[in-house]
């Protein structure tokens, strides 16, 4: 009986590894392909597109962040498991790569999910908008529109209008409107408003100031939680 040489056995050896890192090759890429499709399937159903990830990001929405950050890093180990050599002990950190990976893949997910509806449905920030105002000094009316959405079932939006002189401070202790505006179930605002005003002689003009609770009511302040702010000079 012949026996077979080194090199006889070194062959079916080194084709068995081939084959078994095509196998591996092919599993990463599939992992690698169904976890990002569903991410992006996911974030696009919810309406996160291009548009809504520059929102995100100008309002400063940390799960963006994360969910890229995620995202990557499972990348990362899923390359990293690739490169692993198909010995035993190898075959068990390639395993305990993979399935950090597909923890932070399941990361990535769920923070992608909070991401896409937190920017979807707006920050609760108001705004005022088709501001008119008709008739003489003596019997004005202003006419003006407040909408805000994302706003929080427990909260509400407070406007005010008032008179103002040239360093835009308030003329009196009351302005000519005051409204507390609940958000419906699906946390939208929209209120058409139309009131009669009496311009005081002294008046620079008015201005209109839309904040939802616990935002500040500094109009030029830094925070995606400001106010709305409109100013109308008056002749």
Not at 129 to 155: I, Q
């Amino acid at each position: 009986m012949n026996e077979l040489g080194s090199d006889d056995r070194e062959a079916p050896l080194g084709e068995f590894q081939a084959r078994v890192g095509k196998r591996r090759l092919d599993d990463v890429a599939k992992i690698l392909a169904g976890a990002l499709v569903t991410v992006a399937g996911i974030m696009t159903a919810l309406g996160l597109t291009s548009d809504v990830v520059f929102v995100a990001l100008n309002n400063e929405s940390w799960p963006i962040f994360v969910a890229a950050l995620c995202a990557i890093l499972a990348i990362v180990c899923s390359i990293v498991a690739l490169l692993m050599h198909p010995t035993r002990r190898g075959n068990v950190w390639e395993t305990v790569t993979l399935v950090i990976g597909v923890i932070f893949y399941m990361v990535a997910l769920s923070v992608a999910v909070v991401g896409a509806s937190k920017a979807a449905g707006g920050n609760g920030r108001p705004t005022v908008t088709n501001v008119t105002v008709a008739g003489p000094r003596s019997a004005s009316r202003v006419s003006f529109d407040v909408r805000a959405d994302g706003v929080d079932t427990w909260a509400s939006v407070t406007v005010t209008a008032e008179a103002v002189d040239d360093d835009r401070e308030p003329i009196g202790e009351v302005g000519f409107y005051y409204s507390s505006l609940r958000p419906d179930d699906r946390g939208e605002i929209e209120q058409h408003v139309s009131v009669p005003f009496s311009v005081p002689q002294d008046a620079w003009g008015f201005q209109i100031i839309a904040v939802t609770t616990g935002g500040s009511e500094e109009c030029d302040v830094r925070s995606t939680h400001g106010p709305a702010c409109v100013e109308i000079r008056l002749p």
